[in-house]
Every structure is written in structure tokens, then in C-alpha cells.
């Protein structure tokens, strides 16, 4: 099942803070990050496993909550080039080898 | 490095063409996934392969055929193309390490822009 993403859109200034939201009604083992550039590939942010384990980028950060099925994507004193569409992907039980990606945030960050 | 290669980049087709879209990659990587993209919305997993010989389906696979004979290369195969197929379509691989295949992060090819007139 799809996991769901809030806000589906913000606008921020340069410097500004968002929070992205990645919510599941499954158990979640992991959930992957990428960001999307218009008419580009998604590109890899951020990885959190089940027991805490994570691997990611060095300016933005990310959070895992396995009982409420939740994660959150921390974007800090936003730049421009942080505009594109962020989408989750959630993995469920841990041998599927299935990630199932959210609808995606648009973010656009203005000077 | 190349990583992972998709060809065409662009492709319009008739109703009830057949095509395949190619996917390789030099990583030696194990994993190899096909998703397609709608306008706006998100990504929808096809086909999905944890090594050559073995795949899997997704969430969307009907009107989509795959095969793995090599590591390197996971073409996408559709039969009778349909309108409802035009999409952008990205090839992604990634490593599987110590039993896991979601502790490593996906590596996307540019996509193939596919159009079913």
C-alpha cells in the first residue's frame, strides 16, 4: 500500500526550514529518500532502517518512528537547489525486495 | 562510470507496436527494478529482479514483460502498446549486502520518455 506524504507541496524563502512527512498504515523495515529535479532522475538522500541504522546526505536529515509507521525528512536553512519533488519509498517485510514510493512533495525554494 | 544506461531516451509508438526498452548497468549490481511515471504523481514499481534468471512483479505489471539472462541488463518488454502506457520509464539497480536489499540505496537511469499515439 501506497504510504502517504504531507505537505504535497510547500514554498519556502532561501534559509528557511521544511519538514516532509512519510506516513504508512503497514510496519515499515526501511524507508529510502530520493529527490527528483524536473524532467530528471531521482537522486538518492537518505536511508532508514528498523533499529536505528541510517546512511544519508550531509545537510539534510531524517527521522524513523517504527511504531506510528512514520518518517520525516528535515531540510535546514533550505538553498536553492534543494527545489524538486522529495518522495519516500517505504520497504515492508524485509525479503520482498518491493519499495513502494509515496505520491511526492513539491518543494520550491525562492531567493 | 557509466552506471545505469537506458536507451532509447525517447520513443513515441502506435497502438499495438511492440518495443523494448533497454537497461544496463556496469555496477555489478544485483538488483535491478523498472518503474514508470505518470505526469505528477509518483513512482509505480513494474518488475523488479534480485539476480539474473530470477524476477519478480510489481505493482503494476499487466501489458509489461521482463527477462534477466546477465547481471548487466533487465530490458522491459511491451507487448501491445496502449495509450494508458505513455509514461516515463526508469531503471534503477542497487546491491544487496548482508541479506538485505533495502539497506543500499537505488541508482536511476535518465528515464525513457515514451509516448503511445
Known amino acids: 500500500q501506497q504510504p502517504v506524504q504531507s505537505p504535497q507541496a510547500v514554498i519556502l524563502r532561501e534559509g528557511e526550514d521544511a519538514v516532509i512527512n512519510c506516513s504508512s498504515s503497514?510496519?515499515?523495515?526501511?524507508v529510502h529518500w530520493y529527490r527528483q529535479k524536473h524532467g530528471e532522475a531521482p537522486v538518492f538522500l537518505m536511508i532508514l532502517l528498523k533499529g536505528g541504522e541510517q546512511k544519508g546526505h550531509d545537510k539534510i536529515s531524517a527521522s524513523f518512528n517504527e511504531k506510528k509507521q512514520q518518517s520525516s525528512l528535515y531540510l535546514t536553512a533550505s538553498q536553492l537547489s534543494y527545489s524538486g519533488t522529495y518522495f519516500c519509498g517505504t520497504g515492508g517485510t524485509s525479503n520482498t525486495g518491493k519499495l513502494i514510493f509515496g505520491q511526492g512533495t513539491t518543494l520550491q525554494v525562492k531567493p | 562510470n557509466a552506471g545505469v544506461t537506458q536507451t532509447p531516451k525517447f520513443r513515441i509508438l502506435k497502438i499495438g507496436q511492440s518495443m523494448t526498452l533497454q537497461c544496463a548497468q556496469d555496477?555489478?549490481?544485483?538488483?535491478m527494478y523498472w518503474y514508470r511515471q505518470d505526469p505528477g504523481m509518483g513512482l509505480k514499481l513494474i518488475y523488479y529482479s534480485v539476480g539474473a534468471g530470477i524476477t519478480d512483479k510489481g505493482e503494476v505489471p499487466n501489458g509489461y514483460n521482463v527477462s534477466r539472462s546477465t547481471t548487466e541488463d533487465f530490458p522491459l518488454r511491451l507487448e501491445l502498446a496502449a495509450p494508458s502506457q505513455t509514461s516515463v520509464y526508469f531503471c534503477?539497480?542497487?546491491?544487496?549486502?548482508?541479506?538485505?536489499?533495502?539497506?543500499?540505496?537505488?541508482?536511476f537511469g535518465d528515464g525513457t520518455r515514451l509516448s503511445i499515439l
Open positions: 555496477m555489478n549490481h544485483n538488483y
Open positions: 534503477a539497480s542497487s546491491y544487496s549486502r548482508r541479506g538485505r536489499w533495502d539497506n543500499q540505496p537505488q541508482h
Open positions: 503497514k510496519a515499515l523495515y526501511s
